[in-house]
T-cell receptor, first 113, second 113 residues
Framework: AQSVTQLGSHVSVSEGALVLLRCNYS??????LFWYVQYPNQGLQLLLK??????LVKGINGFEAEFKKSETSFHLTKPSAHMSDAAEYFC???????????FGAGTRLFVKA | NAGVTQTPKFQVLKTGQSMTLQCAQD?????MSWYRQDPGMGLRLIHY???????DQGEVPNGYNVSRSTTEDFPLRLLSAAPSQTSVYFC????????????FGDGTRLSIL
């Protein structure tokens, strides 16, 4: 069975600093991986996804993530944080042929002025 | 562009009451799903559907029923509300396929006293 672990329920960075949100997955077959963002009182929106093409995936709002099979990781990064990046971020995994997406517990990002 | 529409946005129930959370999508998506979001637990799949007349259980189906009579609508029924069902409920839809991202509604905040 697949699972997702997000390290750190809260991450705080200064505006302009690097953002790094960690995600590790467990899967017996090659997974599809997603990062979603949730702003207050809203549903989740897709940031980016990995579907077995390029291992470095670029998403919206300057975010990117790198799929590392050897480390079973899919960490999310952004070179320079902006106040508008403050939100909760979810990593998720699904498997080919399946109908279930498994979400991590989420990481809340705080951005300090 | 309505996307995924959930009603109501807020609801307070008493223990033992029943109610239906509504979800409608206008994108002709085959796949629809219901999640509950609880602090520190991410999103957990309650039920899902891969087309009209086809539904299946997710991780936490107990206490909930669903039906899918049309492609557009996927209501979630709480048969006898319990305080443990206090949560934020999200409906999502997508085309079929594990590599496809889901589109989320804005959620229903449900409190059960």
């Amino acid at each position: 069975a697949q699972s997702v672990t997000q390290l750190g329920s809260h991450v705080s960075v200064s505006e302009g600093a690097l953002v790094l949100l960690r995600c590790n997955y467990s899967s017996s077959v090659p997974p599809y991986l997603f990062w979603y963002v949730q702003y207050p009182n809203q549903g989740l929106q897709l940031l980016l996804k990995y579907t077995s093409a390029a291992t470095l995936v670029k998403g919206i709002n300057g975010f990117e993530a790198e799929f590392k099979k050897s480390e079973t990781s899919f960490h999310l990064t952004k070179p320079s944080a902006h106040m508008s990046d403050a939100a909760e971020y979810f990593c998720a995994v699904s498997l080919s042929g399946g109908f279930k997406t498994i979400f991590g517990a989420g990481t809340r990002l705080f951005v300090k002025a | 562009n309505a996307g995924v529409t959930q009603t109501p946005k807020f609801q307070v129930l008493k223990t033992g009451q029943s109610m239906t959370l509504q979800c409608a999508q206008d994108m002709n998506h085959e796949y629809m799903s219901w999640y509950r979001q609880d602090p520190g637990m991410g999103l957990r799949l309650i039920h899902y559907s891969v087309g009209a007349g086809i539904t299946d259980q997710g991780e936490v189906p107990n206490g909930y029923n669903v039906s899918r009579s049309t492609t557009e609508d996927f209501p979630l029924r709480l048969l006898s509300a319990a305080p443990s069902q206090t949560s934020v409920y999200f409906c999502a839809s997508s085309p079929l396929g594990a590599a496809v991202a889901q589109h989320f509604g804005d959620g229903t905040r449900l409190s059960i006293l």
